[in-house]
Every structure is written in C-alpha cells, then in structure tokens.
C-alpha cells in the first residue's frame, strides 16, 4: 500500500510519524498543509483541523501522532516486521506511551510548541494571528529545556534507549521534538553526555536524515 | 487485583478512567491528590505530575487517561470481557481513538480544562496560581460548548453510540469532560434532540452515577 501523510515540515508531532514510517519501511507521500488556513476539504478528512493525518487508500483518514502510532503497530502487528517500536507486552509498552507522551504533550506545551506556533506566525495572514514572533515565548522555550535534556541523560544512562534495550516510540518522539529545537533555535547540549551522545546516534539514522527533505516534499498539492 | 487510583474529583481525565474501570467490572480504591502541590512522593510515581495514575500491585504506575485506557485493553484482551471497550478491528479503532482524544484533548483546550483549571484555584494557595477565577475564561468556555455538542448531535443522529453501535471508549470521553461542566457550571442542551438524549443514557449508567462519590473518596491517604 502507498500511503500519504498530511502534515507541516516543522510540526514536531508529523516529524514523529514521518520518523516511525521511515524506521517502519512504509514509502510515502508527504502533502503539506498549513492548518491555520482552515481549507474546508482539510477539515473533512480532520474535524479536529490537525496534523499529521495518515491516508490508507480506500479507508477513514488517521489523524494524530498518538493515534497513528497505535494504527501502525495495529496492521502491522508484531509478526511481519522484526522492529517493534512498541513492544507486545503490555507493562514494557506503559514506559514507551509514557516517554511518547511526555514528548508530544509536555515537551510540545513547553518547548516544541512555543517555538513552532511563533515560527508559524511569520507565514501566517495577520488576521489568522500571524505577526512577529513574541520573544517572551521563545525565552521560555528557552529556559523550560534544561530540564528535559536533563531527564533524557538520566534515561539513557540506565539503558541505550530512552525506554530501555532497543529503539521504540519513545525514542522518536524525543527525537522529533528535539529536532524542531535543533532545526529553529539553537540546541544546546548541557554537556558531551549520555543525552547527547544518544541524540547524535539517533541523528545518524536515515529516518532521522529523511527529515531534511520536508520542504521538498511541502507541495500543496 | 485491587486496583488504586490517583485522582482529582473534578479531573475529567480521571472521570473517564472512573467510569472505564466501573464498566469493566474492576474494584478500584480511589486516592485524592492536589497536583499543584507537586508533592515529591507523588512525582515519584508520575514526574508528569499529572492524574490520573492507575496502580497495580508489584508494576510499575501506569500514568494518564490515553495510556490507562490502552493499558486495560492490553491486559484485558477481548476474551476476558465481553464489553470491549475499544474494538479489536484496526479501522474501527481509529474512529474511537479520535474521539477519545476529541475530548481528552480539543474539549479540554476550550472547555472542560477551562472550567476545571479556574475552579482549582479557589483551592490553591495565591504562590501556587490561586485566587478568584478568571471569569473571561468561564465565559469562554462556555461559549465553545455549543459547537461541540451539535458535533455530538450530528455523531448519535447516525448511530446510538458515539463511534458506532456499541459504547466505547468515545462515549466515556465525552461524558467525563461533559460531566464536568455538568457539575461546574450549567450544562445546557440547544434542544431535546438526539445528543441530550444520549448524554441521559449516559447518566443512568451505574458507572456514571459513581462518579458522584468523587468527594467521598477525595482522602488525602
């Protein structure tokens, strides 16, 4: 099956998708939306108005990191491919959804998110909110990341990956977060670390090298 | 297994995992918790800081609404219950989880976390962020509600339930979040129409009638 991803070059969350389609093998096809336009034909395959959104042909749109995530482990099931990003049983799988979210919900609301929206509102019409970046925000951004490159070293000093022995979802979600700092701000590594040689091993990977290629890829279709 | 959860009576979030774990039949002992306490032995178990934090004896804290909600699917299975709370086909499931972070997420940005949040702050200390609500957010709340429950309309006009014709995990989401502003403020419906009378199905479930004991069991430990 050729699948297509909606999504945005510097929204972290479709960064974490593009990443787990890349590790999973899947081709695909990357459309891009500006959400903030609100295109009613956008809207009907997403109510919710959000990237990502996975198109499987033939069937209902899956939108949302969390979500496709699920789908693919879902259809993919543990049997046909030897990389399980979540693991099968069921206590293992509680640390990699915990690390995801931690990623998608608390990194995004204080680091990924603030940088994003106030990246956004340079391409954005100023009556959809689009302006100058509020440097206050950014600040903030700024200052709320020690605390997660701290808590990723204490993770990755235990074990190889964030959630334990092998690479997972958790793993993808740090990465992709972490790659929008790293592509609009300026990342800075507390120390030649654990963290940081972890983030270098996961910059390293193909999946993580595809990344680059988001502009190219953000036709409107 | 006695099961233990760490929660906020008027946490919607931990409302939904309430009535998840009272339709699956699962004993729980309910533990209050004032997350803006941010007391060192409860981040010890979620450093999120967050509740719901679902506790099984001997494992580790399973932490959040969206990972409690997989979690019982995963220990539960389809064989142990006949309620599948989540359906085992993959398509199928897109649709529930869509919804089930329709509210967990979109809902709570404008109304239920709105209301919960400036009804917290008559509890917190002023250094924590309390005092008198902010009546502009309240106001703002409810001015988003009525989109959502015409979209909740347009869902149960089709089919008894919210994600198809059996109750999910889609229709505990909604009734958590709407409880909430059901017991916060005034719940109105534009009309008699098919959404009211599937939040009223809803309340006459015993699982929904529990969650009148929020305060009861609101101990500090």
Known sequence: ????????????????????????????????????????????????????????????????????????????????????LLPVEPIARIEVRRLMYWFHEKFFDEVSGLLTEERYRLFMPPDSGGGSPNHRLIREARENIGAHLAYIDLLVEEHDWLAGDRLTYADLAAAAHLSIVD???????????????????????????????????????
């Not at 699948?3 to 929204?11: A, G, Q, R, S, T």
């Not at 960064?15 to 336009?37: C, K, M, P, Q, S």
């Not at 789908?71 to 543990?78: M, N």
């Not at 030649?192 to 190219?216: I, N, V």
């Open 1 to 84: 099956m050729r699948l297509k991803l909606i999504h945005h070059p510097i929204c972290p969350h479709s960064r974490f998708v593009r990443l787990a389609l890349h590790e999973y093998n899947l081709a695909t096809d990357l459309i891009g939306e500006r959400v903030w336009e609100r295109r009613e034909e956008f809207l009907m395959l997403n109510p919710a108005g959000t990237v990502p959104v996975l198109l499987v042909e033939g069937q209902s749109p899956v939108p949302g990191a969390a979500i496709i995530a699920e789908y693919l482990v879902d259809v993919l099931g543990d049997k046909s491919n030897s990389l399980a």
């Open 183 to 221: 592509h609009l701000d300026d990342l800075q590594w507390p120390e030649a670390g654990a963290a940081k040689r972890w983030f270098e091993r996961m910059r390293s990977r193909s999946s993580f090298r595809s990344l680059k290629e988001s502009w190219k890829g953000f036709v409107r279709r």
